[in-house]
């Protein structure tokens, strides 16, 4: 298990500041997601929701010429989901399928943010990892 240059450069970037200052980059994190492109925004029943997180996060993966693309959507009073959704949309998108499938399922426990927020949110960003992988998998077969 790997995982890529983009997800070294956020862990990378998180474990470098102390911990206090880790919550307010997970802020710069949440503001940065972006939208959803009209195809999915238009239609959201197209989206997978990820019922691991308390908070409404749905996601959508696409598989084309053996590069992935990952859409995630978290409301915004949810600022810690809504990091870790564009945490991950950033350390996958634009990927191989191969990068993604191999792509390691402890990265969330590598960012060192397990003492800073609850576990529950933790499962979350499990979740939708496991998702993610789950959907390159089967539109990749």
């Known amino acids: 298990m790997s995982i890529t240059e983009a997800a070294k450069s956020i862990v990378d970037e998180l474990s470098s500041i102390d911990e ?23 239609h ?19 598989v084309q010429a053996n590069a992935v693309n990952v859409f995630l959507t978290a409301p915004a009073e949810a600022p810690t989901t809504r990091a870790f959704a564009s945490i991950l949309q950033k350390s996958l998108d634009g990927e191989s399928v191969r990068s993604v499938l191999e792509f390691d399922n402890e990265f969330p426990n590598q960012l060192g943010l397990t003492k800073l927020v609850s576990p529950l949110r933790m499962r979350g ?3 939708m990892l496991a998702r993610i992988k789950r959907q390159v998998s089967e539109k990749s077969a």
């Open 20 to 42: 206090a200052d880790r919550l307010e980059l997970l802020i710069e994190y949440a503001n940065s997601l972006p939208p959803l492109p009209p195809r999915y925004a238009d």
């Open 44 to 62: 959201p029943d197209l989206l997978e929701r990820v019922e691991e997180c308390q908070s409404p996060v749905f996601l959508f993966v696409e």
């Open 125 to 127: 960003i499990h979740g």
